[in-house]
């Protein structure tokens, strides 16, 4: 199915390279999963598979102490996860998206991750936001998304890599899907965590909801008129619901329009809060059946409670498809095991609590609906299922017995879907490349206001429903009437998130009561941006025309801007913000950890390497000694060939085993060769039987050998010929071609070769002289092994001779070509010269006929005796600008109402 909307986009929609090497990755970061997929010039919409081949990453990964005095450390990620989290439990950080943006006094949300990961230290960093503590480091959340991010990117480059080795692809840009729920603090963690990668990518955040349902759109293509459907995504950590309108108009050749309506959600209703459901029927069994072990002493081992949950979540997935699941567990504590099975039953009466629960996003999303005109929960055409947890058949049952099983749609790929849409999407607002576009109307789930002094009611800048990105000017009243320096905080459904202060000694200095006789207001710009971001932009002090009837506001209600706001009367105020609750993230703070994420993947990238060196190493020594005790092998193999190879095997294997913990990947690399150069030496030896190695046959050697020194004369005469071909052309142009030859600067790839030319024909000569040694009397003192040395010996030298010949033919042929060139060139040259030289003796040749027939009529030259005067006329254009209101890259009108706000605060 996937494969089909690849080719959908591809040749539908038509998304080609807008001339640039960026590539972008679009992630859905779940809380229990990561998918990614990258598009590029040479990558058109590419899913990144993980090491095992898999369309899905586990969220999250380990990091393990390496032990010594560096303090070093290995992150592990994937697969091996699964064994770290029971094994290690409080070094496996997994599924920490549902603490981004979070505080230590957020203990709802810290109470759910760590009954689900028992072992976990989370402690407040400096900033207040979360940290979580592994041996004596503390990781903030933010930089263990990144890590996850970084790694993703990674493979993400090396897919690239792949497509085009020469690399000019890399990944700059990057598309996250998001919550819509997830507050400014989340938000912001969310960007952070993409700075913090080591490519600071360009991020942008995407609703979830929206990104599946840019998916459906594309998957289903068929609309006419204007329908309305609901995405349902059920995830690891939480359920939402996103109410859509989608409208083909009637001019088809218009894009299909995408408008977002209502929103609904539960942010701990979800497939974890499923998963301890059924640890706590699996924990309760235990117990029941252990009666010597209490609830305390087992949720005092992590290890135990991590097993249990492990258990709990295989079971949770058997469940969705089978009346029962078996369930078996090593060691839980103290050596004991434990057996059982959960029914799907058991299960479902445990979710009896919560499965009321399950429609109630939808619900909400239809109640509060943002458009004017509200629809009826009957005009709803279909609820779009997604995310993993959608699948479990009591969810599917509630949803059926709410809406009517034929309104249930599952036709989107539930994993996929989300990603998917996330890069279209993310296509279109980086413009990285073109696409058929989409007329795409967001708005804002939240209220947004700000107080001005802490006094007051909270004044309501952009209302729930608000499209963004958008901006908004305020007028907060009259200098005389406001403190010298004030304080304006913003605030996020009912709370606040942000402190800013501002200086008006700037304005202060600048407009005096004499200059300002009327008086000076303030102004401030507000906006939300394409993330969903709420920020003061500036603060701007104006002074006041004269008279009273004179003072403009800087925005009216339409947008258009007024007189004052295009006068230079107006100075920009300094402000500064700092976040109520957590901190921003310094730039300090974000280089020192991009940094230590840099250092850490090439440290990771190296030990890689390393490790596949020595994993190569080991299966070249097993096979070798298995090659050892072939039968032929031994039969026929020289002892001293036989002998080298198996002491160096021995050898090797036991370094391998104690002493290799400290080695580098060169020295891996070097035993490597030195085993499979005693190997094809046995191999060539054991070949060469079938061959005589008599005098007859170094006399052929010889032979060859003769032909090749000839070559290498034929060459050089072949040279100096060619060179000789063009002795006249230069002479004839001024130059000498032996010298113009020397100068010529050959490319690296072929000079490098060639400098080792003299030592190479000096090697080859040597070995002549050893085959000629062989051919002769002495042959017959010679054993076969040495014959056959010295036959190796020639076929090595031959051959690096021949490689070199052909280097030097492509040196020729290269210094030719640019003879050729820059005979070119100056021919070229020499014809211009020649052509304005030409032209010069024509315009004197002129002037001499015009001074003589001036002469002869008796008046002066004009060139002689007046100036000629040309008149010039100056044209002054002028431009007037219109200025209208900034459209969003969805076509939609950016909101630019002004409001004195002095009155409210």
């Not at 809060?273 to 010597?292: G, H």
């Not at 073109?434 to 107080?451: F, G």
């Not at 900034?886 to 605060?905: V, Y």
């Amino acid at each position: 199915m996937r494969n089909s909307i690849v080719l959908l986009l591809i040749s539908i929609w038509s998304i080609w390279c807008h001339f640039t090497l960026a590539a972008v990755v679009g992630v859905d970061y779940g809380q229990q999963f990561i998918k990614a997929m990258v598009v590029s010039p040479r990558a058109p919409m590419e899913l990144i598979f993980t090491p095992e081949a898999k369309r899905k990453e586990i969220s999250g990964l380990a990091i393990k102490s390496l032990g010594g005095d560096k303090g070093e450390i290995e992150r592990i990620y994937g697969s091996a996860l699964g064994s770290m989290a029971t094994r290690f439990p409080k070094n496996t950080l997994l599924h920490v998206k549902s603490l981004l943006g979070k505080t230590i006094n957020d203990e709802g949300e810290i109470s759910t991750y760590l009954n689900e990961h028992p072992g976990i230290d989370i402690v407040p960093n400096k900033r207040n936001s979360l940290s979580f503590v592994v041996g004596d480091e503390q990781y903030p959340v933010e930089e263990v998304t990144a890590m996850n991010l970084q790694e993703t990117i990674n493979r993400a480059n090396l897919l690239l890599r792949e497509k085009d080795p020469s690399g000019s692809d890399l990944v700059d840009k990057l598309a996250l899907t998001v919550p819509e729920y997830f507050d400014q603090y989340q938000r912001r963690a969310l960007l952070d965590s993409g700075s913090l990668t080591t490519d600071a990518l360009d991020t942008y955040l995407v609703p979830d909801g929206l990104s599946v349902v840019i998916n459906f759109v594309l998957k289903k293509r068929d609309f006419k008129g204007k329908s309305y459907y609901v995405v349902y995504d059920m995830g690891g950590g939480s359920t939402k619901a996103s109410l859509f309108s989608i409208e083909q108009p009637e001019n088809e050749t218009e894009p299909l329009r995408i408008e977002f309506g209502g929103y609904g959600y539960d942010s701990q209703l979800g497939g974890s809060n499923f998963t301890l459901q059924v640890a706590s029927l699996i924990e309760n069994k235990f117990l029941s059946k252990r009666k010597d072990i209490t609830a305390e002493k087992l949720h005092r081992n992590p290890k135990a409670v991590a097993k249990i949950v492990q258990a709990a979540e295989k079971a949770k997935l058997i469940l969705s498809a089978n009346s029962e699941a078996s369930i078996s567990i090593e060691s839980v504590l103290e050596d004991v095991d434990f057996k059982t099975k959960i029914t799907k039953q058991e299960f479902e009466d445990s979710l009896s609590d919560s499965a009321s629960e399950i429609v109630k996003p939808i619900k909400v999303a239809l109640d509060g609906q943002f458009w004017d005109e509200k629809i009826d929960p009957k005009q709803v055409s279909g609820i779009i299922l997604t995310g993993g947890s959608s699948r479990v058949p009591i969810v599917q049952y509630k949803l059926a017995e709410y809406m009517g099983e034929n309104k249930i749609l599952k036709s989107v790929n539930a994993d996929e879907a989300a990603v998917d849409g996330a890069t279209i999407r993310g296509i279109k607002l980086f413009e990285a490349f073109r696409t058929k576009p989409l007329n795409i109307t967001e708005r804002s789930i939240s209220d947004y206001a700000v107080t001005l002094n802490q006094k007051g009611e909270n004044v309501v800048v952009f209302p729930k429903g608000t499209v963004f990105p958008t901006k908004r000017t305020l007028e907060l009243g009259n200098a005389k009437d406001l403190p010298k320096d004030f304080d304006i905080k913003l605030w996020e459904n009912g709370l606040p998130f942000q402190s800013v202060k501002t200086k008006t000694s700037g304005a202060d200095d600048i407009y005096s009561p004499e200059k300002c006789p009327n008086g000076v207001i303030y102004n401030a710009t507000f906006s939300i941006s394409q993330n969903r971001l709420f920020n003061l932009d500036k603060v701007e002090a104006i002074c006041l025309k004269d008279g009273s009837s004179s003072v403009e506001k800087p925005q009216n209600e339409t947008g258009k801007k007024s007189n004052l706001g295009s006068s230079k009367r107006s100075v920009k105020l300094t402000i500064s913000s700092e976040g109520s609750n957590i901190k921003a993230m310094s730039s300090d703070e974000q280089l020192r950890l991009r940094e230590y994420i840099r250092i850490l993947d090439q440290k990771d990238a190296a030990r890689f390497e390393l490790e596949e060196a020595k994993n190569l190493l080991e299966a070249l020594l097993y096979d070798a000694r298995s090659y050892l005790e072939l039968e032929e092998v031994v039969e026929k193999g020289p002892q001293s060939y036989l002998g080298k190879l198996s002491e160096a095997v021995t050898k090797h294997l036991s370094w391998l085993e104690d002493e290799a913990d400290e080695t580098t990947k060169l020295e891996v690399i070097q035993r490597s060769s030195e085993v499979q150069q005693l190997r094809d030496k046995l191999e060539a030896y054991l070949q060469s039987l079938s061959e005589p190695l008599d005098s007859k046959q170094f006399q052929s050697i010889l032979n060859n050998a003769t032909k090749l020194l000839e070559q290498i004369d034929l060459t050089q005469i072949n040279q100096q010929e060619q060179v000789a071909s063009l002795k006249d052309k230069f002479e004839e142009l001024g130059h000498n071609v032996e010298e113009q030859y020397a100068k010529i600067k050959l490319p690296h790839h072929i000079a490098a070769p060639l400098s080792s030319w003299n030592d190479t024909v000096s090697a080859f000569k040597e070995v002549i002289k050893l085959v000629e040694y062989a051919k002769s009397s002495a042959f017959k003192k010679m054993g076969r092994e040495q014959l056959f040395e010295i036959k190796s010996a020639f076929d090595i030298a031959s051959a690096e001779l021949e490689s070199i010949i052909d280097y030097f033919g492509k040196a020729r042929d290269y210094r030719l070509h640019e003879l050729q060139a820059w005979i070119q060139k100056a021919e070229k040259t020499k014809k211009r010269k020649e052509e304005r030289l030409k032209k010069k003796m024509e315009d004197k040749e002129k002037e001499k006929e015009s001074k003589s027939s001036s002469t002869v009529s008796g008046n002066p030259s004009t060139a002689e005796s007046e100036s000629s005067t040309v008149p010039t006329t100056t044209t002054t254009a002028s431009a007037s600008a219109s200025t209208t209101s900034p459209q969003n890259k969805q076509g939609t009108s950016s909101s630019t109402a002004t409001t004195p706000l002095h009155d409210e605060l």
